[in-house]
Nanobody
Framework: DVQLVESGGGLVEAGGSLTLSCTAS????????IGWFRQASGQRREAVSQ????????YYLDSVKDRFTMSRDSTRNTVYLQIFSLNPEDTAVYYC???????????????WGQGTQVTVSS
């Protein structure tokens, strides 16, 4: 089955950092746009970052752009989201998704991972 698998979440103290990974199985990311979304409890799922896999260009939600870095490793068919200076407001389930359109709209992504929980303690 075509799958996206996220990993790297966990419990972190405020001010710490994490690197989330998203690995594709069966297919390669080559011509996809990859998005990272997060959903806090009781909140809507929001797009925080997007990457054009072909050329590596990245885009960020304004509120996170100074602390989030998205990157790719073509040799591993993996996309990363580094999060620095974590704060409790970053607590959420983080999802990666793949689609054929560069967008923040979740309904334009048709492959989704299962999500990885990030919890930031104050």
């Amino acid at each position: 089955d075509v799958q996206l698998v996220e990993s790297g979440g966990g419990l972190v103290e405020a001010g710490g950092s994490l690197t989330l990974s998203c690995t594709a199985s069966v297919f390669t990311f080559d011509r996809y746009y990859i998005g990272w979304f997060r959903q806090a409890s009781g909140q809507r799922r929001e797009a925080v970052s997007q990457l054009s896999y072909l050329d590596g260009i990245t885009y960020y939600l304004d509120s996170v752009k100074d602390r989030f870095t998205m990157s790719r490793d073509s040799t591993r068919n993996t996309v990363y989201l580094q999060i620095f200076s974590l704060n409790p407001e970053d607590t959420a389930v983080y999802y990666c998704a793949a689609g054929m359109v560069l967008t923040t709209r979740r309904d334009n992504y048709y492959l989704w991972g299962q999500g990885t929980q990030v919890t930031v303690s104050s």
